[in-house]
């Protein structure tokens, strides 16, 4: 919880948002009262709302009570991903509610519903909706009837929408607007929906009964958790909010529900982020099994099953997938659009998804390794599938490739590629020992060892007692971090200790870590520079706790978590000033936390596992 003056700007803070979804579509509400970007009616389908990119031509929809010197504060209601904006001055307070109603039968209309109520005073409000379809390039007719407005766009591929109120809504232009005073104790709703067949109206009198609901899912849901230890209401809020970027639908997960949200203001790296990573839906996977949650590893191994049959353009996998697992993300700029802070150009689409990222081998095999150790076996058709990825991975795993980062500076034999490609054939071998499972054991055995010979060969380098970044290079990357993670070397091992020294004298600010050095290096290939990379921090995190370093650990993720926004959640980067930068909330951010939290956690209570087995 924060409390803030409200401060009218084109563009607010990164930080400033909150968000609520469904497991469908995701919302995000400022401290202003206004949604500023939601797509709808999935996660990645074209913007409704999108003054987050642009903040005159994108749409909102905007609650705001007329109070003089007004303070905000910001919140979930505990245990829920139920948003309450309080809005205190002199003169009176009046709270927001926003939230998607979700229910465990998954019966819930889509639709947000926001609930404004005065506490104290006679409150004046404002309420304005502006949905601008297809990111902002299709008009739209308005018709307003019966405390409904109902919006119909031009382009077919948009779906209605009707905004149901319990106020008298007015027209203006193409979008609709509301004013009307509240005294302590009443209440006004609105809820934004699809059109409803002719004549009915959404259940008002169920708002309530929808409300209670809703939060006794999120309730149930994150009672779930086994986690008792340090931080439990950052690390509950963490796994909230990874489990409202899982599709109920398809059980893949998406990065983040934003896209174009820039790494450096005015800056071009600007990213699409709507979709499934192999490698994030992965560590993803690992951060909620560490919780207790594994229908989550078990509906997103469903969802991976379908993606091993089916070759990609580079190989047996693709990096990343639709949420519905289709292959084809054409990147797309959107010109029109001016972009957050001017950023440009605004993305839709991501071209990486045509990257060779030998890296994906290893995490897909580390996701059905823990999918077999704490769900159900593999099926015999499923180790088919593996063993026939493996012999690819055999023949390909010395290819360059454009790695972790998805750099478009040409490709290289990077380290981290490397790593998880031994890890791709040390889980097979794990997995089929202990399901004796058949298969050529001793040639992937073989092709371990073989991988694990290249990494110590041909990425370290003796002048600077350090593993580098890419093979022939005396470049440092942050992804190193999880070489001890994944258990390729031990923690304690000097030449992973001075590593993380070399990597400390480089790419570390106290608890901030930046991926690589971006302007000297040039590897990614663009202009400009980033931010720190919040993940990469806890990752350094949880490499200190791994060495024994629990002090200096637990200091630097204290301080860390102090980076979150007043709600708990992160952005993928923070900039020199600590502002929040690039997609929000980033999935990537979150699970790194949980991930450092728990093994911190029991190794400072003495009940974790040793340094190294």
């Known amino acids: 919880m924060i409390l803030r003056v409200i401060q009218h700007m084109s563009f607010q803070p990164i930080e400033n948002y909150g968000v609520i979804g469904n497991m469908r579509s995701i919302a995000l509400v400022g401290m202003d009262g206004s949604i500023d970007f939601l797509c709808y009616p999935e996660f990645d389908s074209p913007t409704v709302f999108a003054a987050l990119l642009d903040d005159n031509e994108g749409g909102r929809f905007q609650i705001e009570p007329q109070l003089t010197k007004a303070r905000v504060r910001h919140l979930y209601l505990p245990e829920t991903n139920i948003l309450l904006t309080r809005f205190l001055a002199e003169e009176g307070v009046a709270e927001l509610t926003d939230y998607m109603p979700i229910d465990k039968d998954g019966e819930q209309p889509n639709e947000i519903v926001r609930t404004v109520a005065v506490i ?16 902002a390039t299709s008009a739209h007719r308005t018709e307003i009837s019966d405390g409904c407005a109902m919006f119909f766009p031009d382009e077919d591929r948009c779906s209605p929408m009707a905004l149901y109120s319990t106020c008298a809504l007015k027209q203006q232009s193409q979008d609709v607007t509301a004013e009307f005073t509240l005294q302590a104790g009443a209440t006004a709703t609105f809820v934004l929906d699809g059109v409803r067949p002719q004549g009915q109206q959404p259940e008002m009198e169920l708002v309530g009964q929808r409300f209670q609901e809703t939060a006794r899912f999120w309730k149930a849901w994150i009672a779930k958790s086994k986690y008792k230890g ?10 909230l909010m990874l489990k409202l970027l899982i599709s109920r639908k398809h059980g893949s997960l998406i990065a983040s529900p934003t896209f174009s949200l820039p790494e450096s203001i005015g800056g071009v790296r600007n990213w699409d982020y709507r979709f499934t990573w192999l490698r994030d839906a992965t560590f993803t996977l690992y951060a909620l099994i560490r919780l207790g949650f594994v229908e989550e590893a078990e509906a997103f191994i469903s969802w991976l099953k379908g993606r091993l049959s089916v070759d990609a353009e580079r190989g047996p996998l693709q990096v990343m997938y639709g949420i519905d697992g289709r292959q084809k993300l054409d990147e797309l700029a959107l010109d029109h659009l001016s972009g957050y802070e001017n950023s440009r150009p605004v993305r839709i689409g991501n071209a990486a998804y045509q990257q060779l990222q030998l890296d994906i081998y290893g995490e897909m095999m580390d996701s059905i390794y823990l999918a077999n150790k704490y769900g159900d076996p593999i099926s015999h058709a499923g180790w088919l599938d593996v063993q026939r990825i493996l012999e690819w991975l055999g023949k390909n795993w010395r290819r360059p490739d454009e790695g972790i980062w998805e750099v478009r500076g ?26 004796s499972l058949s298969g050529p054991l001793d040639v992937w055995q073989r092709t371990r060892d073989e991988i694990r010979n290249s990494i110590f060969t041909d990425f370290w380098n003796e002048r600077l007692q350090s593993f580098v970044q890419a093979k022939g290079t005396d470049d440092l990357d942050a992804s190193a971090l999880l070489m001890p993670m994944v258990r390729f070397i031990s923690p304690v091992d000097p030449m992973w200790l001075s590593t993380m020294r070399a ?3 480089r790419l570390i600010e106290d608890t901030l870590v930046r991926r690589y050095e971006v302007e000297s290096t040039h590897v990614d290939g663009l202009p400009g ?42 952005s993928e980067e923070l900039g020199s000033n600590g502002q929040h930068l690039g997609n929000f909330p980033q999935a990537f951010t979150h699970l790194a936390l949980i991930s450092a939290a728990t093994y911190l956690d029991r190794a400072l209570s003495g009940t974790g596992e040793t340094v190294w087995r």
């Open 410 to 435: 040409g490709a290289k034999e990077f380290l981290h590629s490397r790593v998880m490609c031994w890890v791709a054939f040390d889980r097979a071998l794990r997995l089929a020992q202990k399901r």
């Open 503 to 505: 990597i400390e004298n």
């Open 120 to 135: 104290r005073g006679n409150v004046h409000f404002k309420m304005r909706c502006q949905p601008r379809f297809n990111y």
């Open 529 to 570: 520079g980033e931010g720190s990379f919040t993940a990469c921090s806890f990752w350094y995190v949880e490499c200190l706790a791994r060495a024994g370093a629990l002090e200096k650990a637990q200091l630097l993720f204290e301080k860390l978590l102090g980076y979150a926004n007043h709600l708990g959640l992160y």
């Open 230 to 239: 340090r931080w439990r209401e950052m690390v509950q809020r963490s796994a």
